[in-house]
């Protein structure tokens, strides 16, 4: 439990600097005798709790106070957070809300707004290479969409990524290589075969997403997908499917390929 200093004389509080010493302030100590800053509400400061309890205890809006750092007027770093939660309708919505969307919220401005989005990024790249890592193998339909719904399902622009696969199937780079719209990207085969060789795929994967919700593949995905998978068969790395998803669900191109 929390307990005050009983051992400062009378009119003495005690803060800690970060030297480790202690000025005018006030002070609480766990059992342990180490000493945490307290917030004028009385909790326990919300950095002093992630470095201290570690990040993994703190809720949504609590890390991303922590991110945006200071408030903006009479607004909190606690309200600016729950507001834009409320606004996004969860963490996941503040990812599609990007840079410029972010900005736009009230209290936030560019600055936060860089600083949530580069954070948002780094925990995205962060997990795709942890998955690079244990090299999950890619060989199954619902392995793949498993892997994309999470990332891309959620978007509200399109995004294609190219999976990199080694001779077993296995996972060995994920790379965005087109964004666009809410209606569509250009991609061409020399966008999906340059990266490839670069990464000395044996195989690769196609993933790109439809902010529509809608997970069929269009018309123009179907073309553009022969059009890369003939270039691909001529250069020796094959592809091995094209997958769409959305918040609807997953389908591959190639299933539908095969039946038009």
């Keep these: 439990t929390w307990q005050l200093l ?67 007027g009479s607004l909190s770093a606690s309200a600016i957070s729950a507001a834009l939660l409320g606004a ?59 892997w994309a719904r999470p990332r891309l399902a959620g978007l509200e622009h399109e995004e294609v990524w190219l999976l990199a696969l080694d001779g077993r199937n296995g996972l060995k780079s994920a790379r965005r290589i087109a964004q666009g719209g809410q209606h569509g990207c250009a991609l061409t085969p020399r966008d999906v075969l340059a990266p490839a060789l670069r990464d000395a795929a044996s195989a690769i994967l196609l993933v790109h997403n439809h902010p529509s919700g809608d997970p069929a593949p269009s018309d123009e995905d179907v073309a553009m997908t022969r059009a890369v998978a003939a270039a691909c068969d001529v250069v020796g790395v094959p592809l091995l499917d094209h997958l769409v998803v959305a918040r609807g669900g997953a389908s591959s191109v190639f299933e539908r390929s095969a039946q038009s």
Excluded: N, Y
Aim: aromatic fraction near 4%; charge should be positive; charged fraction near 20%.
């Design 88 to 146: 996004a309708g969860g963490l996941e919505g503040i990812l599609r809300f990007g840079p410029h969307g972010l900005a736009a919220q009230r209290g936030v401005g560019p600055a936060k707004a860089a600083r949530v989005s580069a954070a948002l990024e780094l925990g995205q790249r962060a997990a795709l290479r942890l998955l690079g890592h244990h090299r999950p193998v890619m060989s199954r339909f619902e392995t793949v969409a498993d």
């Design 6 to 72: 009983a051992w400062l004389p009378a009119g003495r509080h005690l803060r800690p600097t970060r030297h480790g010493f202690f000025s005018a302030g006030t002070v609480v100590v766990e059992p342990s005798h180490v000493a945490k800053a307290v917030s004028l509400d009385g909790k326990p400061d919300l950095r002093e709790r992630a470095l201290c309890g570690g990040v993994q205890g703190l809720s949504d809006l609590e890390l991303l106070a922590i991110v945006l750092g200071t408030g903006a």
